[in-house]
C-alpha cells in the first residue's frame, strides 16, 4: 500500500508540474518539435506560425493551429498544399499507436488547398518521400470549412481546376440542407469546365454510411451537366443517387469525359436518374431527344471487368431518319438528300453532303467503260454512301449489348421506312447487328452485319433478306407506280473492308438479287418505257391500265464494288425490258443500259435503247440519240415517196418474246448459284 501511495503521489507531481509548465509556456514549446519530424517523414516544411492548443477528450483530443501552411512536394508547380488561417483537427490516438494517422474530425478556416499529380504519378497529396505510397497518406473522415479555394493540377490529362467554396447564409440553410456553396473553373481532360453548386456542411469522404448531398450545374466543354442527390463515400465513391441531365452537341464528346465509346448523334438532351451501386451504373428512365428523335429507357454499365459492360433498352416514339446518318458514318441529310436528288430535284438540296476526293482502291480493276477515268482519283463531288471512317480504337473501351426499338420513323416520302428493330452486340472490338430490321415499302428488311474492328482495315460482312417489299410502295413519289400491285423479294450477300460504309462497299464482292414473280403494273410507265409514242397518247386520254407482271430480275454479281448483271429482265404483259451495264459503288456511277421490246406492232414508236447513266446523286436518263436521228432520216426520205412510208421506221413490229421467268427466279433466289440459268428464249435485238 505505502509503494502505490508513492506512486501516486509521483504521478500527481508529474502532473502538476506539467499543468504548470503548459499554464506558464502553453503548448506553443510542441510547435518546433512537431515541424521537425514532419520535414524528416515527409520532407516537407510544416510551418505552426500561431498558437498551437490542445483539448483533452481521450482517446480523441482536439489540436488547433493558427496560421498553418504545408509545402507541396518539390517537383509541384504549386508551392504550397495547404494554407489556412486555422487548423482544428480531432486526432485518434488509439490508431496513432498503430503507427495510422486518422483524424476523424478536421476544419479548416479560410484554407488554399492545391492538389497536384505529376506525369510520372506522383501525388502531392501521399505524404512519403516518394509520393506513391498510399498507406502514408493521412485518413480523413469529416472535413468542414467556412471558406475557402481548391485547386487541383494533372498535367498528364490536361487537367486543371480552380474552385472557391463559401458558407450558405442561415436563411438559405432553413430551407436546403446545402451548407456549402461552390464555383469552379479550368480545364478538365482538355475541355474547359465552369461550375458552380451547392453541397452539404460535412464532407464525408471515408465515411461510406452517411450520403453527402451534392447540387451541380457545370459545362465541361460543349457537354452541360446538371444533377442533384447525394453521393457516399467521396473517395472511393461507393454509392450515387442522383437525378441527372445531360445537353449537348455530340454524345461522341462524353467519351473523354467518362472513358466509354458513346456514338455520334446530333445535338441531344437527356434527363433520367443515375444510380450506383457497386460496379454498376444505372441510368434509369431516362428521355430525351437526339436531333429530331426522341429517346427514351435504361442503360447499365458494369466496370471491374477486363471492359465496361454497356447494356441498353432503348425506345424511340419518332426516329428521324437523318438522325441516324451519324451513326454509320453520313452526315445529317445525307440520305435523304441524295434520294430526292436522284428523283429529280435539285441536286445541291441539303449542303451536309459529303464532297471529297474518292481514291480508287488498288483491288478495283479499271473498267473496259470509256465512262471510267484512266485517272486514279476521281475529282471531288457529292456523296451519297456514308464515308466517314468508324473509330475502332474506342470500340476496344468497352463491350455493349443494345436493343433499340422506334415506333415511326420520320423520313422524306421517298424513302418508304416504317419502323425499326436493332440488336447490337458489341464484344472484343467485333459488332454484330442481329437483327436489323426495319419495314421498307409494306414489307421488311432484315439483315445480320458483322464489322470485325479488330483487323485494319474493318472487316464486313452483310446478309440483307428484303420480303415481300410492295412494288407501289418502292417509289412512293412517281405516280406510274401507284397502281402497281406485287412483291418484290431479294438477298444481298456482300462481303468488304473499310474503315466506312462506303469504303465496304467500295471494296465488296459478293451477290445482290431482286426478284418479283405476279402481280400487276403500270401499263403507262412500261409504254413510256418502250417510247411508245401512240400508247402513250391513247392511255394519257383514257387513263392507265394495270398488265400482268411475269416477273423481274436483277441479279449482279459483285466485285470490287461494281455491280455487273447476270440477269437484269422486266417482263410484263406487253414489253420486255433487259438491261447490260455496270453500278459502281466506289465511284459511285452507274452505267446501264435497257433495251425494250414489245409483245404487240406499236403504230408509232421512237425504238431506241435507253441509257441510265451518271452519279447516284442525279442519275441521268437518256436515249440513243443516233438511233433516233437514223429513224428520223429514213422517215423524211421515205416521205417524199409517199407520205404513208414515212410511218414505217417508227412502227415497232413486234412481236418480243416471253423470258423464261421459272429458271431466272430460281437463279436470282438462290445466292449460291455462280451462273445465272440461261434462257432457252432469246430476245430480238433491235
Keep these: 500500500m505505502r509503494i502505490l501511495k508513492w506512486l501516486a503521489l509521483i504521478l500527481l507531481a508529474i502532473a502538476?508540474?506539467?499543468?504548470?509548465?503548459?499554464?506558464?509556456?502553453?503548448?506553443?514549446?510542441?510547435?518546433?518539435?512537431?515541424?521537425?519530424?514532419?520535414?524528416?517523414?515527409?520532407?516537407?516544411?510544416?510551418?505552426?506560425?500561431?498558437?498551437?492548443?490542445?483539448?483533452?477528450?481521450?482517446?480523441?483530443?482536439?489540436?488547433?493551429?493558427?496560421?498553418?501552411?504545408f509545402a507541396n512536394p518539390a517537383w509541384a508547380r504549386e508551392p504550397l498544399l495547404l494554407d489556412a488561417s486555422a487548423v482544428e483537427i480531432e486526432l485518434d490516438l488509439l490508431q496513432l499507436f498503430r503507427r495510422h494517422v486518422v483524424f476523424p474530425q478536421v476544419h479548416l478556416q479560410r484554407p488554399a488547398v492545391f492538389l497536384e499529380q505529376s506525369?510520372?504519378?506522383?501525388?502531392?497529396?501521399?505524404?512519403?518521400?516518394?509520393?506513391?505510397?498510399?498507406?502514408?497518406?493521412?485518413?480523413?473522415?469529416?472535413?468542414?470549412?467556412?471558406?475557402?479555394?481548391?485547386?487541383?493540377?494533372?498535367?498528364?490529362?490536361?487537367?486543371?481546376?480552380?474552385?472557391?467554396?463559401?458558407?450558405?447564409?442561415?436563411?438559405?440553410?432553413?430551407?436546403?440542407?446545402?451548407?456549402?456553396?461552390?464555383?469552379?473553373?479550368?480545364?478538365?481532360?482538355?475541355?474547359?469546365?465552369k461550375a458552380k453548386g451547392r453541397g452539404g456542411p460535412a464532407l464525408a469522404l471515408r465515411d461510406e454510411s452517411v450520403p453527402y448531398p451534392l447540387q451541380l450545374d457545370a459545362a465541361i466543354g460543349r457537354t452541360h451537366v446538371s444533377s442533384e442527390g447525394t453521393i457516399t463515400g467521396l473517395l472511393k465513391l461507393s454509392a450515387l443517387d442522383m437525378k441527372l441531365a445531360l445537353r449537348g452537341e455530340n454524345l461522341d464528346q462524353l467519351?473523354?469525359?467518362?472513358?466509354?465509346?458513346?456514338?455520334?448523334?446530333?445535338?441531344?438532351?437527356?434527363?433520367?436518374?443515375?444510380?450506383?451501386?457497386?460496379?454498376?451504373?444505372?441510368?434509369?428512365?431516362?428521355?430525351?431527344?437526339?436531333?429530331?428523335?426522341?429517346?427514351?429507357?435504361?442503360?447499365?454499365?458494369?466496370?471491374?471487368?477486363?471492359?465496361?459492360?454497356?447494356?441498353?433498352?432503348?425506345?424511340?416514339?419518332?426516329?428521324?431518319?437523318?438522325?441516324l446518318g451519324p451513326f454509320i458514318g453520313a452526315r445529317p441529310g445525307t440520305v435523304t438528300a441524295a434520294r430526292r436528288a436522284a428523283l429529280g430535284a435539285p441536286a445541291v438540296v441539303n449542303?451536309?453532303?459529303?464532297?471529297?476526293?474518292?481514291?480508287?482502291?488498288?483491288?478495283?480493276?479499271?473498267?473496259?467503260?470509256?465512262?471510267?477515268?484512266?485517272?486514279?482519283?476521281?475529282?471531288?463531288?457529292m456523296r451519297v454512301l456514308p464515308n466517314r471512317p468508324f473509330n475502332t480504337?474506342?470500340?476496344?473501351?468497352?463491350?455493349?449489348?443494345?436493343?433499340?426499338?422506334?415506333?415511326?420513323?420520320?423520313?422524306?416520302?421517298?424513302?418508304?421506312?416504317?419502323?425499326?428493330?436493332?440488336?447490337?452486340?458489341?464484344?472484343?472490338?467485333?459488332?454484330?447487328?442481329?437483327?436489323?430490321?426495319?419495314?421498307?415499302?409494306?414489307?421488311?428488311?432484315?439483315?445480320?452485319?458483322?464489322?470485325?474492328?479488330?483487323?485494319?482495315?474493318?472487316?464486313?460482312?452483310?446478309?440483307?433478306?428484303?420480303?415481300?417489299?410492295?412494288?407501289?410502295?418502292?417509289?412512293?413519289?412517281?405516280?406510274?407506280?401507284?397502281?402497281?400491285?406485287?412483291?418484290?423479294?431479294g438477298v444481298f450477300d456482300l462481303k468488304g473492308t473499310g474503315d466506312s460504309v462506303g469504303q465496304m462497299l467500295a471494296t465488296s464482292n459478293g451477290?445482290?438479287?431482286?426478284?418479283?414473280?405476279?402481280?400487276?403494273?403500270?401499263?403507262?410507265?412500261?409504254e413510256k418505257a418502250g417510247l411508245h409514242l401512240w400508247e402513250m397518247l391513247q392511255l394519257n386520254l383514257s387513263g392507265d391500265q394495270l398488265i400482268e407482271l411475269r416477273c423481274a430480275v436483277a441479279d449482279f454479281d459483285v466485285k470490287a464494288g461494281i455491280l455487273r448483271p447476270n440477269t437484269l429482265v422486266l417482263d410484263?404483259?406487253?414489253?420486255?425490258?433487259?438491261?447490260?451495264?455496270?453500278?459502281?459503288?466506289?465511284?459511285?456511277?452507274?452505267?446501264?443500259?435497257?433495251?425494250?421490246?414489245?409483245?404487240?406492232?406499236?403504230?408509232?414508236?421512237l425504238r431506241s435503247p435507253l441509257f441510265i447513266r451518271g452519279s447516284f446523286v442525279k442519275p441521268a436518263v437518256g436515249v440513243d440519240k443516233g438511233k433516233l436521228v437514223a429513224r428520223a432520216g429514213s422517215a423524211v426520205v421515205l416521205g417524199l415517196l409517199n407520205p404513208l412510208l414515212a410511218l414505217i421506221p417508227l412502227v415497232d413490229p413486234g412481236p418480243g418474246k416471253d423470258s423464261d421467268c421459272g429458271p431466272l427466279l430460281g437463279a436470282a433466289k438462290d445466292p449460291k448459284t455462280s451462273a445465272p440459268v440461261e434462257s432457252k428464249k432469246t430476245t430480238p435485238q433491235n
Excluded at 447499365?300 to 426516329?319: E, H, I, Y
Excluded at 451536309?352 to 484512266?374: E, G, L, N, V, Y
Excluded at 451477290?511 to 412500261?526: D, H, N, P, T
Excluded at 438491261?579 to 406499236?602: F, V
Design 255 to 323: 467519351f473523354p469525359i467518362i472513358g466509354i465509346a458513346t456514338p455520334h448523334t446530333r445535338a441531344y438532351v437527356t434527363d433520367g436518374r443515375l444510380v450506383r451501386s457497386g460496379n454498376e451504373w444505372n441510368y434509369n428512365g431516362f428521355k430525351g431527344r437526339f436531333g429530331e428523335s426522341d429517346i427514351a429507357g435504361s442503360v447499365k454499365v458494369t466496370v471491374g471487368g477486363q471492359r465496361p459492360m454497356v447494356v441498353a433498352d432503348l425506345t424511340s416514339n419518332v426516329l428521324d431518319i437523318d438522325d
Design 119 to 193: 506525369p510520372d504519378g506522383r501525388k502531392s497529396w501521399l505524404l512519403d518521400l516518394d509520393q506513391k505510397d498510399d498507406a502514408a497518406r493521412i485518413h480523413i473522415g469529416r472535413l468542414t470549412l467556412d471558406e475557402g479555394k481548391l485547386g487541383y493540377d494533372d498535367v498528364a490529362t490536361k487537367t486543371r481546376i480552380r474552385a472557391d467554396i463559401s458558407s450558405t447564409t442561415a436563411q438559405q440553410r432553413e430551407v436546403s440542407p446545402y451548407a456549402l456553396a461552390f464555383t469552379a473553373e479550368g480545364e478538365f481532360k482538355g475541355n474547359p469546365v
Design 16 to 69: 502538476t508540474a506539467a499543468t504548470i509548465f503548459i499554464l506558464v509556456f502553453g503548448w506553443n514549446w510542441m510547435r518546433q518539435p512537431i515541424e521537425r519530424y514532419t520535414l524528416a517523414k515527409t520532407g516537407r516544411v510544416l510551418a505552426i506560425k500561431g498558437d498551437l492548443t490542445l483539448g483533452y477528450h481521450w482517446p480523441l483530443p482536439r489540436i488547433l493551429a493558427n496560421d498553418v501552411t
Design 572 to 605: 410484263t404483259q406487253v414489253t420486255t425490258i433487259t438491261g447490260t451495264g455496270s453500278i459502281d459503288l466506289g465511284r459511285e456511277q452507274l452505267d446501264l443500259t435497257l433495251n425494250q421490246k414489245t409483245k404487240n406492232t406499236s403504230p408509232l414508236a
Design 511 to 526: 451477290k445482290v438479287s431482286l426478284v418479283a414473280a405476279g402481280g400487276q403494273i403500270s401499263r403507262l410507265m412500261m
Design 351 to 381: 449542303p451536309d453532303i459529303q464532297t471529297q476526293t474518292q481514291p480508287q482502291t488498288q483491288a478495283q480493276p479499271q473498267a473496259p467503260s470509256a465512262a471510267r477515268p484512266a485517272s486514279a482519283a476521281t475529282p471531288a463531288r
Design 393 to 489: 480504337e474506342r470500340w476496344n473501351s468497352l463491350d455493349a449489348d443494345v436493343n433499340l426499338r422506334a415506333k415511326t420513323i420520320r423520313r422524306a416520302a421517298a424513302l418508304p421506312l416504317e419502323n425499326l428493330r436493332l440488336h447490337m452486340l458489341l464484344r472484343d472490338a467485333v459488332v454484330t447487328l442481329d437483327p436489323l430490321d426495319f419495314g421498307l415499302a409494306g414489307g421488311h428488311l432484315n439483315a445480320l452485319i458483322t464489322l470485325d474492328g479488330r483487323k485494319r482495315p474493318i472487316q464486313m460482312q452483310a446478309r440483307v433478306k428484303a420480303q415481300k417489299l410492295l412494288i407501289a410502295k418502292l417509289f412512293p413519289t412517281v405516280n406510274l407506280n401507284k397502281a402497281s400491285v406485287g412483291q418484290v423479294n
